[in-house]
Structures are given as structure tokens and as C-alpha cells.
């Protein structure tokens, strides 16, 4: 019982840490916060298939969020922090 709660911590931990990387890629990188306002579920789909551990259920909460919230926290962030779109030059 102890190994099973062991692994389930791990496993949640590393869901967590997952979902704070793609979080912080949300934030950081434009390219991909315009796609994800733009085709949310569809984004963190292709993040799950390049290799992020992200739940169905995390996907589901991400893309509840309030899509406005994540360009308007971005503003919020040193320039020299994020990776500017490339699309708009």
C-alpha cells in the first residue's frame, strides 16, 4: 500500500511540475500563447504528443481558463523574459 502512495505522489508531482512548465511556456513564449488563444485544446493536445505529461483533466483546466488572462499576464513579464513572435515581423 505505502509503494502504491509512493508512486501516486510521484506521478502527481511530476503532473504538477508538467503543468507549471507549460504554464511558464504560456507565459514566456508568444508564438505559443497565440495558438493556445486562438486553438486551445488543440495546443495542449500537440504539447501531449511531443512528450509533456499533461492529463485529460489538466488539458481540460487549462483550456477553462480565462483565455484573455494569459496575454494580459504575459504584458506583466520583462520583455527580456519572452520569446517574441517571429509571425508579426
Known amino acids: 500500500m505505502r509503494t502504491l502512495a ?5 506521478t502527481a508531482d511530476m503532473s504538477q511540475k508538467t503543468v ?7 507565459l514566456t513564449d508568444e ?3 497565440l495558438r493556445f488563444v486562438e486553438r486551445p485544446r488543440e ?5 501531449r504528443d511531443q512528450g509533456y505529461e499533461l492529463t485529460a483533466d489538466e488539458i481540460d483546466a487549462l483550456v477553462r481558463s480565462d483565455p484573455g488572462a ?7 513579464i520583462h ?5 517574441c513572435s517571429l509571425r508579426h515581423a
Open 6 to 10: 509512493r508512486s501516486l505522489r510521484v
Open 20 to 26: 507549471q512548465l507549460v504554464m511558464g511556456r504560456l
Open 31 to 33: 508564438d505559443l500563447r
Open 43 to 47: 495546443t495542449l493536445v500537440d504539447l
Open 70 to 76: 494569459w496575454p494580459s499576464m504575459a504584458r506583466r
Open 79 to 83: 520583455p527580456r523574459l519572452q520569446r
